[in-house]
């Protein structure tokens, strides 16, 4: 280095600590005081700070699904309010054709002034229980237009000059069937972005503005640099894969691939989803940021998890993706469950390609995401609720000498969704839940094995509840596979038992509505395995099997383990001669 | 004369303090014993015993009483060495327990696994039986599951038995016909039910904070059956009282049967002992304390002389929804490494190279420079006086890793690299105080620092200036600060009682009467620890949320456990001030719903004296021990330094200073001045500041 900085590399150490404690204060308010259990209980939310010039500077990834969005929301409305930015405005934007990921993400961003300048902004963005269209919880499968999808924000102000902007709150809860809801949650991100506005105030009364900026070049550059030497140590070349969504909701006899290549070149690396389907009617579509996150997650998950993620970091990663394909979708598609199948379908393939150059440090495929969100009146309370199910979460992929994770999915989350509380569940749904535990050899067998999936099934109290079942995972094509010698996990299934005794068979990305005595049924797959389960130490599949996660009759099929169900012990000799010793 | 004795069992020391009637207090250190902590503890008894010249036998004949501080809980679920225990839930719901609700916290790491099952699950058996959302039986407990189970358990050699079922705290027949049936077919075994252990809405967090309790049940009994005959057979007569994690104390009986109110006791003695000094030091009871040991640092806000408390503890992995102590726990200390991470930058921690092989100036093997290595460079500790001249350090190697593995790197000096350690270390610290406070809705500078620790004074003055405190108090003993604060605890328990209602459809007679029952409760619990009547404080409380939120604010509620209409409004406005303050924003007149009703119960004990020192006058130059050059704002400056040991109560030295005792050293910084206490503490201040009027307002109702 010739140029000598004009912060001291300590200096730039503690101030970016300090901001990413700050993303963190912001996440903290939204963790204790939002409304919807989406945010609260599970964690769907994340936080940012910008600066003045728009760079992303730190950001919290409660759900790393978003994470990479915040600067495409926060660039769409600085730009839409040029020159008409000032100190106690707060924003709002849904629009995934304005710069949006996904239409109930809704995101709140405050300009931070000091001294009547504009110098940062702080982002507090989350998944709304209703964002209005013909949806249930935000979820739309029969939409077949953006319209149909949800109510479209484009940038608007939700305060202006610190003046509670009444027109467009109204207008937004008008339409809103979850208003009171969508209210204390807007309240709660508006007040999650004044903390943060707080800390930001205070660290530019402390450091001054030039300080400030000068410690960002340095952080952002340092960013930079680590990913490039995470990236030197992929072996150049391209590494392809492809993998399938069951459908969009509305042309339910067809499958939709999405094609990637990732191209290493020594300290760039290239996502290129050309050769992806053409955008569909349904509402699987991916905007341009979803595509760009949903890459994020795929890369940062294989790298130091040490690697912070802001403008330094992931300038070195390209998203090639068409305009007009289900990875860049053009007006007027819906969106809405894009961050779900979409996402996971292209961390899939992300994961499955990378493993060509690095497998030690990709992870099985997790188990897909398929529940329904449901909203309506609970009888007992005669209160409106709004629920997404999320206590059907299924396994996590394994990876080279550690066990998937049980119940820990859906990938777009990493493991950060928290699952509700079945207590508070009752107490605020017209639901009873009747089973929520591990379903046996869910799990994809390997030398490591995936997680435990999840049996999960409750009854309606209620007359007429409306349900969107969303999601993938319920085809052969878009179970769980293994890597590297590992088994696959059976793809997950669900259904509605009604008191007359009919079952209907679930599928994704459907409609359903439940009465009073209706029962439904999930079982959400476990994740895939990683290496050759025959290398599995028959003494962690007898533990398997004692604690019931594994059949006797699946330790001997796919791990040739011979359990003799008298003593419930090793039959080594057996097991030998199964393993081919 | 008689005496009274605080223990505290710790990972490397066992700490004795002693005090007379006199209110002379003496100290005594000796190495933990893991495993049987017992002969530890009996063998800084016996030093105790010869340093009054007594045998141990007419010592603890003179022992009013003794508080203990112990880790056996904490160790048997950090080590795995609970307990086999058996855990009986509601059919369908086998796994809440081991599902943690499905959270990976460190989400980008793929490389980890969660903590192994407390409980595997071929001991998970599960029970048909239901209750429902109001309290309603709408399956009854089939008890031939239960014996099933049972049976399970027998075959497995269970020690202990958790029950935990969905809603039980609104109907707990069925866990209750449980341990009947347990009592029958399982003598002996010890059983845990959640309505007792945690009362309170929650599934995964009650069968986690009840599971555990059975997990450490058993040992923690046994320990406390053999240490108290021993004691007995010693002569002991007087009052044994066990350290809780709320920051109280119980008796042994107590202990046994809610043994996970021990599992975070470690640092619990901590704020107690803060309070203690910061109100001898000038009546403030607005307080953060701060711990500053090897491997970590532990920060506690005390406001009104009220240790903050939570409900979302956990301990090697797994959650404790009871109430404990709210420390606020990082990895830094004097044994933080630092290093340049992979963008080019300095950390400094969490990462510790321990006591063994310790920081590179030990000369034990260690390599990698640590946080006192930097204070070593820096001039704040002496080569030859560290733990009184003990271990002689080597600053030579010190420097020599700085150099290599910091400064060279950075292209720095390697003094400016250890100030860059020191700074980043400081400057964590600060962050975790501002998690206890800022982040709680309290502003650090409105409240007085103590400190604790071997490491803490020589960074605390720095911690204060960061974030604009002016008031610093390093108690003489704060290298025994938890069992200081564990001689001055007093009983504490705490009741809570689910009631999920809408504030405006409140009735208030079941408040009231799930207040006296709490409050019955407290009172028999205190009563059968020999507390008088009038020596019982009780304090109402109730968690409330904006309806449809899903997280509480606990707000106090009434002084008497008789709610008034005018006692609910004035609970929703004090819960609108609280939310506002903690989160930016409340919403007046928006609906607010009651979740749960507390009472916290305290039985006060009678308090040691403590001595105070005759006014020896300001001028401390008696302790000056003599000069050395130390980093402060940029330069090395010749400092002064001060035997502490020889300081007397009114003595005053202006920053920079340094104060050496043998087992701590205080910096004082430029920016500060010190004055010592009638008790011995050094009272440090914004330097230039009038004392009195600053203590004045940092005082109790100084500031309201």
């Given at each position: 280095m010739t140029d000598k900085p004009n912060v001291d590399p300590i200096l730039v150490s503690v101030i970016a600590n300090r901001l990413d404690a700050i993303t963190k204060e912001i996440g903290m308010t939204m963790l204790r005081t939002s409304r919807s259990p989406i945010f609260s209980e599970a964690r769907d939310f994340v936080t940012a700070i910008?600066?003045?010039?728009?760079?992303?500077?730190?950001?919290?990834?409660?759900?790393?699904?978003?994470?990479g969005t915040t600067s495409f929301s926060q660039k769409a409305i600085a730009q839409a309010f040029e020159g008409e930015i000032y100190e106690g405005d707060v924003f709002v934007l849904n629009d995934v054709y304005s710069g949006n990921n996904q239409p109930p993400d809704f995101a709140v961003t405050k300009p931070v002034f000091w001294k009547g300048e504009l110098r940062f902004w702080a982002m507090a963005k989350g998944h709304h229980a209703d964002s209005g269209g013909g949806g249930v919880a935000g979820y739309n499968p029969e939409a077949k237009d953006i319209w149909e999808d949800c109510l479209r924000i484009p940038p608007a102000k939700l305060y202006d000059r610190g003046k509670y902007n009444k027109q467009i709150w109204n207008f937004i809860l008008y339409n809103m069937r979850v208003p009171f809801l969508v209210e204390g949650d807007l309240h709660c991100q508006v007040g999650a972005a004044t903390v943060g506005e707080r800390a930001l105030l205070a660290l530019l009364d402390k450091y001054g503005p030039e300080t400030l900026e000068a410690a960002i070049d340095e952080w952002l550059a340092a960013s930079e640099a680590h990913m490039r030497r995470e990236l030197r140590q992929i072996p150049n070349g391209a590494y392809s894969a492809e993998r399938k969504i069951d459908h969009d909701g509305v042309d339910k006899d067809k499958m939709v691939t999405i094609r990637l290549n990732v191209v290493v070149e020594d300290e760039d690396i290239t996502f290129d989803f050309t050769g992806s389907d053409p955008q569909v009617r349904g509402f699987i579509n991916s905007p341009y940021p979803n595509t760009v996150s949903s890459s994020y997650l795929a890369l940062f998950s294989c790298l130091d998890p040490d690697l912070r993620m802001n403008d330094g970091s992931t300038k070195p990663v390209k998203v090639v993706a068409p305009e007009g394909s289900v990875v860049n979708c053009l007006p007027p598609v819906p969106t809405s469950a894009d961050t779900v199948p979409t996402c996971e379908t292209i961390c899939e393939a992300g994961w499955l390609a990378l493993s060509q150059a690095i497998p030690g440090q990709v992870q099985a495929p997790w188990a897909r995401w398929c529940a329904p969100a449901s909203a309506g009146i609970n009888p007992r309370l005669g209160r409106p609720f709004a629920e997404i199910h999320f206590m059907s979460k299924g396994g996590g992929g394994a990876t080279e000498g550690f066990d998937g994770w049980d119940h820990v999915g859906t990938v777009v989350c990493l493991g950060g969704l928290r699952s509700p509380d079945p207590e508070l569940h009752e107490l605020v749904t017209p639901y009873r839940i009747s089973k929520y535990e591990y379903w046996p050899d869910s799990a994809g067998p390997g030398r490591w094995r995936g997680g435990m999936g999840v049996k999960y099934r409750w009854a309606c109290l209620a007359d007429g509840i409306p349900f969107a079942n969303f999601g993938s995972g319920m085809r052969d094509e878009t179970a769980p596979l293994g890597i590297m010698g590992g088994k696959g996990a059976p793809k997950s299934v669900g259904f509605i038992q009604r008191p007359d005794g009919t079952v209907v068979e679930t599928d994704a990305n459907t409609f359903y509505a439940m009465n009073s005595g209706d029962e439904w049924e999930i079982w959400n797959s476990g994740g895939g395995g990683f290496g050759n389960p025959l290398e599995r130490p028959p003494e962690r599949v007898l533990d398997d099997v004692l604690d019931e996660l594994v059949s006797i009759e699946a330790a001997r099929r796919d791990y040739g383990v011979a359990i003799d169900p008298q003593t419930m012990t090793i039959n080594w000799e057996e097991t030998k001669k199964l393993r081919g010793l | 004369m008689t005496f009274r004795v605080g223990i505290d069992v710790g990972g490397t020391f066992t700490d004795l303090l002693v005090t007379d009637g006199a209110g002379r207090s003496s100290i005594y250190k000796t190495l933990t014993t893991p495993s049987d902590p017992a002969v530890g503890v009996f063998d800084a008894l016996s030093r105790a015993a010869a340093g009054n010249n007594l045998s141990l036998k007419d010592f603890l004949g003179k022992v009013d009483s003794i508080v203990h501080g112990t880790t056996i809980t904490t160790n048997a679920v950090l080590t795995g060495e609970g307990a086999r225990t058996g855990f009986i839930t509601t059919k369908g719901f086998r796994d809440v327990l081991n599902m943690r609700r499905g959270l990976k916290e460190r989400m980008y790491d793929s490389k980890y696994s969660p903590p192994p099952s407390l409980v595997p699950r071929r001991l998970i058996q599960v029970v048909e039986e239901r209750i429902d959302v109001e309290g309603r039986e709408i399956t009854p407990l089939n008890e031939d599951d239960v014996s099933e189970a049972l049976r399970k358990f027998k075959e497995a050699n269970v020690e202990a038995v958790a029950v935990?079922?969905?809603?039980?705290?609104?109907?707990?027949?069925?866990?209750?016909?449980?341990?009947?049936?347990?009592?029958?077919?399982?003598?002996?075994?010890?059983?845990?039910?959640?309505?007792?252990?945690?009362?309170?809405?929650?599934?995964?967090?009650?069968?986690?904070?009840?599971?555990?309790?059975?997990?450490?049940?058993?040992?923690?009994?046994?320990?406390?059956?053999?240490?108290?005959?021993g004691l007995r057979e010693q002569g002991f007569g007087g009052t044994l009282l066990i350290m809780q994690s709320n920051g109280g104390v119980m008796s042994p009986e107590l202990a046994a049967r809610f043994a996970s109110n021990t599992l975070l006791s470690g640092p619990a003695g901590g704020p107690v002992a803060g309070l203690f000094y910061g109100n001898s030091a000038g009546g403030f009871d607005d307080i953060v304390t701060i711990d500053m040991g090897g491997t970590s640092f532990d920060a506690a806000l005390i406001r009104e002389g009220r240790p903050a408390i939570t409900i979302e503890g956990s301990v090697g992995g797994y959650r404790l929804a009871s109430p404990n102590l709210d420390i606020h726990t990082i990895g830094a200390g004097g044994g933080s490494i630092a290093s340049i991470d992979a963008g080019g930058l300095l950390r400094v921690g969490p990462k510790s190279a321990g006591a063994e092989p310790g920081p590179v100036c030990y000369g034990r093997g260690g390599t990698e420079p640590t946080v006192t290595d930097a204070d070593l460079l820096l001039g704040y500790l002496d080569a030859d006086f560290f733990w009184g001249g003990q271990l002689r350090l080597d600053a030579e190697a010190a420097g020599q890793a700085i150099k290599e593995k910091i400064a060279d790197k950075l292209g720095m000096d390697v003094v400016a690299a250890a100030n860059g350690i020191y700074q980043v270390i400081n400057n964590n610290m600060a962050e975790a105080l501002q998690v206890v406070s800022v982040q709680q809705g309290y502003d650090p500078r409105e409240f007085a620092l103590v400190v604790a620790g071997g490491a803490g004074p020589i960074h605390a003055s720095m911690i204060a200036r960061e974030l604009g405190m002016q008031l610093v108090i390093t108690p003489r003993e704060s290298s025994v600060f938890c069992a200081a604060g564990m001689l001055i605890s007093d009983l504490r328990h705490d009741y809570v009682r689910t009631y999920t209602i809408d504030v405006d459809k409140v009735d208030l007679p079941r408040v009231n009467r799930l207040y006296a029952e709490m409050t019955r409760e407290a009172k028999d619990t205190l009563q059968a620890e020999g507390i008088p009547l009038d020596r019982i404080k009780l304090s109402f409380s109730a968690?409330?949320?904006?309806?449809?939120?899903?997280?509480?604010?606990?707000?106090?509620t009434t002084a008497s456990g008789g709610m008034s209409a005018g006692d609910i409004t004035a609970m929703v406005d004090a819960f609108n001030k609280r939310h506002d303050a903690l989160y930016g924003y409340s919403m007046p007149g928006a609906p607010v719903e009651l979740i749960n009703l507390r009472v916290s119960a305290v039985g006060v004990t009678d308090k040691p004296n403590f001595e105070r020192l005759p006014f020896a006058g300001e001028d401390a130059?008696?302790?000056?021990?003599?000069?050395?050059?130390?980093?402060?704002?940029?330069?090395?400056?010749?400092?002064?330094?001060?035997?502490?040991?020889?300081?007397?109560?009114?003595?005053?030295?202006?920053?920079?200073?340094?104060?050496?005792?043998?087992?701590?050293?205080?910096?004082?910084?430029?920016?500060y001045e010190v004055r010592c206490d009638e008790f011995g503490s050094y009272v440090m201040y914004s330097r230039g500041a009038n004392l009195e009027e600053l203590a004045a307002r940092l005082r109790k109702g100084g500031r309201r």
């Open positions: 910008f600066d003045h010039k728009l760079r992303w500077v730190a950001q919290t990834g409660y759900i790393p699904v978003i994470a | 935990s079922f969905l809603w039980s705290f609104f109907n707990p027949s069925h866990e209750e016909r449980v341990r009947e049936i347990c009592e029958k077919e399982l003598p002996g075994v010890y059983v845990s039910l959640s309505c007792e252990i945690l009362p309170q809405i929650r599934l995964y967090e009650r069968n986690s904070t009840t599971a555990l309790n059975a997990y450490v049940g058993p040992p923690l009994a046994r320990y406390l059956r053999s240490l108290r005959e968690d409330l949320r904006y309806i449809m939120q899903f997280n509480e604010v606990e707000v106090s130059s008696a302790a000056l021990k003599g000069k050395r050059r130390a980093f402060f704002d940029g330069k090395f400056i010749d400092t002064p330094v001060y035997d502490g040991l020889k300081m007397g109560y009114g003595n005053h030295v202006v920053g920079p200073a340094i104060i050496e005792q043998p087992t701590t050293t205080i910096v004082v910084t430029p920016d």
